[in-house]
């Protein structure tokens, strides 16, 4: 059975930097993609920030957080920690971030979306004032 666990998140002034991390324990995590959502305030959508392909390291970002943010992981044992580092962060990025394991790496096959994600965190705030 997947799990998705988060951390890290919280308050920072523009231009500053946060860390998330989320742990992702399950069988055969080799085929797995891994990526982080975000929902901004009143909104419904849920915007892909970035992703990675566990099998073949291949990772993308969204338009937005090219050049700020980096998607990195390390594996111990049976668990992979997934982080995501966020650098020059602003107002517009404050919102609820996710992260979600696509067990089979079906994702890949299309644009970087919610579609095949089924296992979630329970998301973290991140706050960016200005």
């Known amino acids: 059975q997947v799990q998705v666990v988060e951390s890290g998140g919280g308050s920072v002034e523009a231009g500053g930097s946060l860390r998330l991390s989320c742990a992702i324990s399950?069988?055969?995590?080799?085929?797995?993609?891994m990526a982080w959502f975000r929902q901004r305030p009143r909104s419904e959508r849920r915007d892909g920030v970035a992703?990675?392909?566990?099998?073949?390291?291949?990772?993308?970002?969204a338009d937005f957080v090219k050049g700020r943010f980096t998607i990195t992981k390390d594996t111990v044992k049976d668990t992979v920690y997934l982080h995501l580092q966020m650098t020059s962060l602003k107002v517009e990025d404050t919102a609820t971030y996710y992260c979600?394991?696509?067990?089979?790496?079906?994702?890949?096959?299309?644009?970087?979306?919610?579609?095949?994600?089924?296992?979630w965190g329970q998301g973290t705030q991140v706050t960016v004032s200005s």
């Open positions: 979600a394991a696509d067990p089979y790496g079906n994702s890949w096959r299309g644009p970087l979306s919610q579609t095949y994600y089924t296992h």
């Open positions: 399950g069988p055969d995590y080799y085929n797995m993609a």
């Open positions: 992703r990675l392909n566990m099998a073949s390291n291949n990772i993308q970002y």
